[in-house]
């Protein structure tokens, strides 16, 4: 299957700018996706990219796609403590056959801001 | 919009008996949702994908005759965790998709810890 990769930690102070990085391996991929998720709670979506664009912007979070080298970033502006959390970054697959609404999920990124 | 609860959010049941998992669309009809298992600090696992009045699809390595999934309709699945063993002590996660997009909302996990 398809395979997404994380750093596992990042740590910035706030009010700096968090990058979190993701690689995948499928070419076909038509939607990837940045979920966040506090502990003990479910995934929140966060925003997601079509394969076809370049960049994404919206309030303080771009993403960033390079589909030639397969690389997503999430980048948030003006980080808070609120923002600490874990961001997993998802490979929607090719949208069709066996890929056919599945998530490929990285191991996720842990986002400590510190005061 | 877009909200998906799940129930309970946590549950402590002892070795032997079975565990039912609720996950609900409240404010979209889910043609698919999925279970997923998440482990301390790793991803998600997908177990299974349930189309609504049909069966569930496993993935490799998950034992249909002991997580149970019933998809009966557009606004409800249920994941019953038969015979459960403390290994089966894990945050259980659900999301759902509507029928116009592939984009997947989660619910916010159940907390299963088998004793």
């Known amino acids: 299957g398809e395979d997404v990769e994380q750093s596992l930690f990042l740590s910035v102070r706030e009010g700096d700018s968090s990058v979190i990085n993701c690689t995948y391996t499928?070419?076909?991929?038509?939607?990837l996706y940045w979920y966040k998720q506090e502990p003990g709670a479910g995934l929140q979506l966060l925003t997601y990219?079509?394969?076809?664009?370049d960049m994404k912007q919206d309030q303080r979070l771009t993403v960033l796609l390079n589909k030639k080298d397969k690389h997503l970033s999430l980048r948030i502006a003006d980080t808070q403590t609120g923002d600490s959390a874990i961001y997993f970054c998802a490979d929607g697959g090719s949208g069709r056959g066996s890929t056919l609404g599945r998530l490929y999920f990285g191991r996720g990124t842990q986002l400590t801001v510190w005061p | 919009g877009a909200v998906v609860s799940q129930h309970p959010s946590r549950v402590i049941c002892k070795s032997g008996t079975s565990v039912k998992i609720e996950c609900r669309s409240l404010d979209f009809q889910a043609t698919t949702m999925f279970w997923y298992r998440q482990f301390p600090k790793k991803s998600l696992m997908l177990m299974a994908t349930?189309?609504?009045?049909?069966?569930?699809?496993?993935e490799q390595g998950v034992e249909k005759d002991k997580f149970l999934i019933n998809h009966a309709s557009l606004t409800l699945s249920t994941l019953t965790v038969t015979s459960a063993h403390p290994e089966d002590s894990s945050f259980y996660i659900c999301?759902?998709?509507?029928?116009?997009?592939?984009?997947?909302?989660f619910g916010p996990g159940t907390r299963l810890t088998v004793l």
């Open positions: 999301s759902a998709s509507g029928a116009y997009t592939d984009t997947q909302y």
């Open positions: 349930s189309n609504e009045g049909s069966k569930a699809t496993y």
């Open positions: 990219i079509f394969s076809n664009m």
């Open positions: 499928d070419s076909s991929s038509t939607y």
